[in-house]
């Protein structure tokens, strides 16, 4: 299977008036897939159950939640490393620096080799006009 990709119009960004508009190479989505569809695709590949699947998802999940709660990068061997970050306000003084100056923190993700390397190797397949 082929990911689809269609044109998609935009304008240079920081130039009043949108500058001059230019095309490039856009994703088309083929929808969403929900933890659902993946818990019966692992139940129809193992002889795991659907319950025991969430068993595991939900108590990795309050692991991964306490582990990044505490300032720990989480690396995952099979699916890629999850490191918490700070976005800051900046200060002139070393002595001014504190936590007032932190005003968003958020969850980085980098995957891993082997999931870079399956999109590496993707096929692209422009979609018909219906799609865009």
């Known amino acids: 299977m082929s ?21 490039r190479a856009g994703i ?3 929808g969403s897939i929900y933890m659902d569809q993946i818990v ?22 309050d692991c991964m939640e306490y582990y990044l709660s505490c300032g720990y990068r989480i690396i995952l061997k099979n699916q890629g490393t999850y490191i918490p970050f700070i ?6 003084n070393l002595c001014d620096v504190d936590a007032s100056l932190i005003k968003r923190i958020k969850v980085g993700y980098k995957p891993c080799s082997s999931l870079e390397k399956v999109l590496s190797e993707v096929n692209f397949e422009r979609a018909r006009k219906k799609y865009w």
């Open 3 to 23: 990911i689809l990709y269609k044109p998609e119009l935009f304008s240079q960004p920081g130039v009043a008036g949108g500058g001059e508009l230019r095309y």
């Open 40 to 61: 019966k695709d692992i139940e129809k590949r193992t002889s795991v159950s659907s319950v025991d699947i969430l068993a595991v998802d939900l108590a990795k999940l």
């Open 87 to 92: 976005q800051s306000l900046t200060c002139k």
């Open 28 to 30: 088309v989505y083929r």
